[in-house]
Each structure stands twice: as C-alpha cells, then as structure tokens.
C-alpha cells in the first residue's frame, strides 16, 4: 500500500473530493513524540490490516501546522498527535489519537 505525503495546503481539497470515491484517512504525524514515533510503527508494521479501499494520507504536522490545523477546523475533530481522520464522503467518520492510533482499529465499509 502507498502512503500519500499532504505537503501543500491546497491539495487538502483534493483529498477531500477524493472521500466520494474512496475513504481517505489522515494520519498525523509528529516528528517530535515518541508515542506518534511508535503509533508511525504500529501503522507501518500493521498497515496490511488497513481495509484495500482506504487511501493513507501522511502529515508530518510539524513542518506543516498550517494543514493540520486546517484539517482539524474541516474535520471539527480537535487536533491530536498522533492522530487518524478517516474521511468518506467529505466528512470525518471515524478518529484516533495517541495509543488507539491502530491499523486494526480503521473500520471496514461497506
């Protein structure tokens, strides 16, 4: 599976026009934490367990606060780190942050 990295605020559109056709879940991530360090792990390790249909978006949400911040005001999900969105259909159905961040954990729909 392929990890996408959201580097630019103005693909945040995108990748939300992109829910309508697939699930996208975010991933934050700070480079700074340990406990993201070992949630980027558990992901990365377990990331055969994240659904086929789902696209994993990557945010390195130190050197882009800007995006973060946006996805939280989008999302009406209080920032976290480390922390998974998973978006369908323009809105945020599902979140996790700190120890839940699991690939297990990311439902499957139907």
Request: glycine share 4%; proline share 5%.
């Given at each position: ?24 879940l975010f991933f934050k991530h700070s480079t700074r934490c340990s406990i ?11 990331s055969h367990q994240i659904p086929e249909e789902v696209e994993v978006v ?53």
């Open positions: 599976m392929a990890w996408h990295e959201l580097t630019q605020l103005s693909e945040l559109d995108s990748w939300f026009e992109r829910s309508y056709k697939q699930p996208v993201s360090a070992a949630a980027l792990g558990r992901m990365q390790r377990g990557y945010l390195d949400l130190i050197a882009h606060r800007d995006i973060s911040n946006a996805l939280a005001e989008r999302t009406g999900v209080v920032h976290e780190s480390p922390q998974l969105l998973l978006v369908h259909e323009g809105k945020c159905i599902f979140n996790a942050s700190h120890f839940d961040v699991r690939p297990e954990a990311i439902p499957v729909l139907n």
